[in-house]
């Protein structure tokens, strides 16, 4: 049990995550935890990262490295942003808005879910952070156009598509109802609705849910700006790959044309590191960013962006990195498991 009475400045994210669940309504726990079937692909995102290693460096004299990183046009002030999470609203009432004040203060983005509660319209009331809209066809391609257009008038960086839910989210061997009440639905991923994104809007378009060089390189050529690597959270296909597993092959299909995102397992500032050393140019954080909102509202947003900041910042003093545009592979090393860790 974490003391109730510690302050937030002074939790770590594991003991975030502990207060939320202790203090969170079990059901919005087990919905925001859960993922398909044996749980495996969840547990999986997190033991691959957990197989690399860092190179050491001391002779230097790098004090205060830059964590800054520029995406669709923004400086963020470190390679962290929010995943787009359509239930949030089931952790508390305005949670959205928490959660996009929260990334305002802390200088980050928000993806932000066609499944959530708020409009596109409300999304922008009051906060600073730049948006992404993340169209679900299975809401109807119309809707999605629409949302799409209005996110463009209202200043969004960048829009896109999450297409991954052929089948719909299952947690544990449970179909979970959406947001709406509505029994959930999969929706085929077909490139041209990447092509019709692209001849509606202006902005970047941005493909979630690759996890193969081959349907990475069918959403460059239909149009994708930017690629999101993701297994959802492990949310869909139970014994999938890891999320880092995947990167460095999709990477390497992109070849450096668009920038490659990733999501799925990040819980500490070493995790985002890696990422980014294996060719990911931000991470979207999911689950940490529903425990931060459950514990502290906007503040524990922030404290949760604080937190794998600082991280990142120790991570890129000893391995003796000035900056993120420094990082490199040649900063891992890749390991076998040397037993339970
Ligand atoms: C409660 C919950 C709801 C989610 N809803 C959406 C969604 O509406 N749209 C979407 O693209 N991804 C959704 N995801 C997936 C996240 O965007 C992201 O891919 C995943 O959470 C990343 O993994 P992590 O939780 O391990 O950080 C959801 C994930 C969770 C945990």
């Known amino acids: 049990m974490v003391n109730e009475d510690k302050r937030l400045e002074e939790l770590s994210l594991g003991e975030i995550r502990e207060l939320a669940r202790q203090r969170m309504n079990p059901e919005a726990w087990e919905h925001i935890m859960g993922s398909a079937e044996s749980g495996s692909t969840r547990r999986r995102n997190q033991a691959a990262l957990r197989r690399i290693l860092f190179r050491q460096r001391i002779f230097h004299d790098i004090t205060n490295p830059d964590t800054t990183v520029e995406l669709f046009g923004r400086r963020l002030s470190a390679p962290t942003v929010v995943a787009p999470v359509g239930s949030f609203s089931k952790i508390r009432e305005r949670a959205e808005h928490e959660v996009a004040e929260g990334a305002s203060r802390a200088g980050s983005m928000v993806f932000v879910s066609h499944a959530a509660k708020p409009t596109v319209r409300e999304w922008t009331e009051g906060i600073t952070a730049p948006l992404v809209f993340m169209g679900y066809l299975s809401k109807g391609r119309e809707k999605v156009l629409e949302n799409a257009r209005l996110a463009e008038e209202l200043g969004y960086v960048a829009v896109g598509l999450t297409m991954d839910v052929l089948q719909p989210t299952k947690l544990g061997d449970r179909i979970p109802l959406s947001t709406d009440g509505k029994p959930r639905k999969g929706h085929p991923a077909s490139p041209k609705d990447i092509e019709l994104l692209k001849r ?142």
Not at 237 to 261: C, H, M, S, T, Y
Request: proline letters at 5%; hydrophobic letters at 50%; glycine letters at 12%.
């Open 200 to 341: 509606e809007v202006s902005l970047p378009v941005v493909v979630k849910g690759i996890m193969n060089p081959d349907d990475a390189r069918i959403a460059l050529e239909s149009g994708a700006d930017a690629l999101v690597v993701s297994n959802h959270g492990g949310r869909l296909l139970d014994f999938n790959r890891a999320a880092i597993e995947a990167l460095p092959e999709i990477v390497q299909a992109v070849g450096g044309k668009v920038p490659v995102l990733l999501d799925s397992g990040i819980r500490r500032g070493g995790d985002v590191v890696k990422a980014l050393a294996l060719g990911a140019k931000v991470v979207l954080l999911g689950r940490p960013i529903c425990w931060g909102v459950g514990v502290g509202g906007a503040r524990g947003v922030e404290r949760v962006f604080q937190i794998i900041t600082e991280e990142i910042k120790r991570v890129l003093i000893m391995t003796g990195v000035s900056s993120i545009a420094q990082v490199t592979e040649s900063l891992l090393i890749r390991s076998q498991p040397v037993g339970p860790l």
